[in-house]
């Protein structure tokens, strides 16, 4: 799991990039991050960049849990 929550925009993007750069393609990642700005934005860039978000839970310490799934090289 990538944890971003105590990142600040544009790192949060560059990390998970960073990531998704490194995975096959098809293969799903957990990435943890803080509500505000990052949960707004990186989602977004995501989809921007051609992957998908699966799936985004609310987790009792008031992250999000987002499923992302990497959909091209």
């Not at 989809?47 to 310490?61: N, P």
């Amino acid at each position: 799991m990538l944890d971003i929550s105590n990142e600040v925009c544009p790192i949060t993007f560059v990390k998970v990039k960073i990531l998704l750069e490194k995975m096959s393609t098809g293969s799903v990642a957990k990435i943890l991050v803080k509500k505000g700005e990052a949960l707004k934005n990186v989602p977004k860039s995501i989809e921007e960049d051609g992957h998908s978000v699966l799936k985004k839970t609310k987790r009792e310490d008031n992250n999000y849990l987002l499923l992302v799934k990497k959909n091209k090289q």
